[in-house]
């Protein structure tokens, strides 16, 4: 049975609409879901330390579990779970695993086992720089024979390493002129299923 390594933000939660919505809110911007990215100082237009300081508002907050699944993620899932074995590698913290796993239950009836969450930011010297990391070595360690990703760096991370990669989504943030070898994008859950289940 192959391996599926999927990402939880912006891939099975709607994060991006979510942390856009509570920034605005919180913090009086006036964001668009396509002003989201990782580098959360350049997308508040803000540095460091503010941006560290917002960050420790959203997770004081646990604003994480009021985000919603990605549209069709729960059925497709269910169904990919029957064809594959599924695991979760996401860049998300390890302080926050109780409220994500509390969150997949919630809203996914698949029993996720396996989630890999990555150290980006669980170190504070390297927290400034996390952004810029991706998850090439978590997919090896996981035995990903597919990874599903809304981010370039991570599927092209995964290309390098001989596994094919399924650019997730039609986002602003990950818009490329041309696909590297080995990453196919499809822009949503249904694509993934009628490629994935034949």
Partial sequence: MKTIAIDIDNVLAA???GLV??????????MTINDFGEDWSKMWGVDHK?????GEVLRENKYQKDYLPVDGAAQVINELGKRYKLVLVTSRPKKVEELT?????????????IIVFADFWDDPKNSKD???QHKGDLFTQVGADIVIDDQLKHCEAAAKAGVQAILFGDY?????????DGIIRYKDWPEILEELVR
């Fill in 130 to 132: 996390g952004h810029l």
């Fill in 172 to 180: 602003a943030w990950n818009q490329t002129n041309e696909l590297p």
């Fill in 101 to 113: 796993r509390n969150w997949l239950k919630q809203y996914f009836s698949y029993p996720f086992d």
């Fill in 50 to 54: 503010e941006a560290e300081r917002r």
């Fill in 21 to 30: 919505a509570i920034s605005n809110q919180l913090f009086g911007s006036h």
């Fill in 15 to 17: 994060s991006a609409e």
